[in-house]
């Protein structure tokens, strides 16, 4: 089955640290996408992708960089993380479907910035 | 700038109670409209999707309606049960590839 996985589910990093999410997926979409999840502000776009070698800034990408060497991995990187950073992150891959598309998420990975 | 507007934050209901959340949006294009759920411990998965042509969008009980005259979309259900207690995110698909604008969520939670 078509999956979307992340890794890890749970980090824990210390301010000023650098700290790595990766992100995988078998559905062969070419669009890719992360995301955080805060109360009060819901889901908000950071990067995208649309395939191998290529990001974008989405809404609020300061403080982001993104890495997408395959078609299959995506990477949100935190140079140099801050205890604002610390939320739940959200990978998905996209399929157009009609006239939109449709974002399979992976699981989220809880991410806390000390 | 595009935006969705999702001013439920919490919604408790009993079994066989109706369910019905709203969003409005601004747009100056013709969005898709969309509801996605999340369970505990889970991403958001896709539940319905209505575009500006078709109106109405049913899936799994739940049904989502749009109207263009006051830029609204809802969903309801007309019969919760337990299983249903869930986030609700209503989204905008404005520009292909470009991601989803996502609306605050609305938490359901349902009593047996």
């Known amino acids: 089955e078509a999956a979307v996985t992340q890794s890890p589910r749970n980090k824990v990093a210390v301010t000023g640290g650098k700290v790595t999410l990766s992100c995988n997926q078998t559905n062969n979409h070419n669009n890719m996408y992360w995301y955080r999840q805060d109360t009060g502000h819901g889901l908000r776009l950071i990067h995208y992708s649309y395939g191998a070698g290529s990001t974008e800034k989405g809404d609020i990408p300061d403080g982001y960089k993104a890495s997408r060497p395959s078609q299959e991995n995506f990477s949100l990187i935190l140079e140099l993380a801050t205890p604002s950073q610390t939320s739940v992150y959200f990978c998905?891959?996209?399929?157009?479907?009609?006239?939109?598309?449709?974002?399979?998420f992976g699981s989220g990975t809880r991410l806390t910035v000390l | 700038g595009d935006s969705v507007t999702q001013k439920q934050g919490q919604v408790t209901l009993s079994e066989d109670d109706f369910l019905f959340i709203n969003c409005t949006y601004s747009t100056t294009t013709y969005p898709t409209l969309l509801w996605y759920v999340q369970y505990l411990g889970q991403g958001p998965q896709l539940l319905l999707k209505v575009t500006t042509a078709n109106n109405k969008g049913i899936s799994r009980g739940f049904e989502a309606t749009y109207d263009k005259g006051t830029t609204s979309f809802h969903l309801q259900k007309a019969s919760v049960q337990e299983s249903d207690s869930a986030v609700y995110f209503c989204a905008l698909a404005l520009n292909y590839a470009q991601g989803l604008t996502f609306g605050l969520g609305t938490r359901v939670s349902v009593f047996p």
């Open positions: 998905a891959s996209g399929a157009r479907t009609g006239s939109a598309e449709t974002l399979y």
